[in-house]
């Protein structure tokens, strides 16, 4: 299937993606074979700024660190503009932002649709992946 997946993108970041998850399967992620499946066909339909995004979710501080930026510095807002600053290439997009939230959401790997709304400086740094976007993340990352 990954190979198949392969064939049909142009995108690097997916392929390395793909890569990362039969790596990660050969080397004993524990990932059971209905899960595996349905990971991989996600590919079909998620893009390079999906796995941007989820990777944003799950940790916006990290994230941002590891970009060489830093958060914005809010005492009440919203996690688009953490996300406008650490990762240039969402900001201005907000129509793909909200549909690729909603998106995640709905494949259970966010436990949110929207990034909208005010919140706390802390509510704008939350974790929002679920534990099956962890593992999703874990699959479809670099091995090591």
């Not at 890569?19 to 998620?46: C, P």
């Not at 941002?64 to 919203?78: E, H, N, Q, V, Y």
């Amino acid at each position: 299937r990954a190979s198949q997946i392969a064939i049909r993108t142009h995108q690097r970041e997916k392929l390395e993606a793909l890569r990362n998850a039969v790596v990660n399967v050969a080397a004993g992620l524990d990932v059971d074979a209905d899960q595996q499946a349905v990971f991989i066909d996600s590919f079909d339909s998620l893009t390079a700024s999906h796995l941007v995004l989820l990777r944003f979710l799950q940790s916006p501080e990290a994230f941002a660190t590891a970009r060489g930026r830093r958060l914005a510095d809010i005492s009440m807002g919203s996690p688009l503009a953490h996300l406008e600053i650490s990762a240039p290439e969402l900001a201005g997009r907000p129509e793909f932002v909200r549909q690729a939230t909603r998106e995640l959401f709905a494949r259970g790997l966010t436990d949110t649709e929207s990034l909208g709304g005010i919140m706390s400086e802390e509510g704008t740094k939350s974790k929002r992946t679920t534990g099956r976007g962890d593992l999703f993340l874990a699959f479809v990352s670099e091995p090591g």
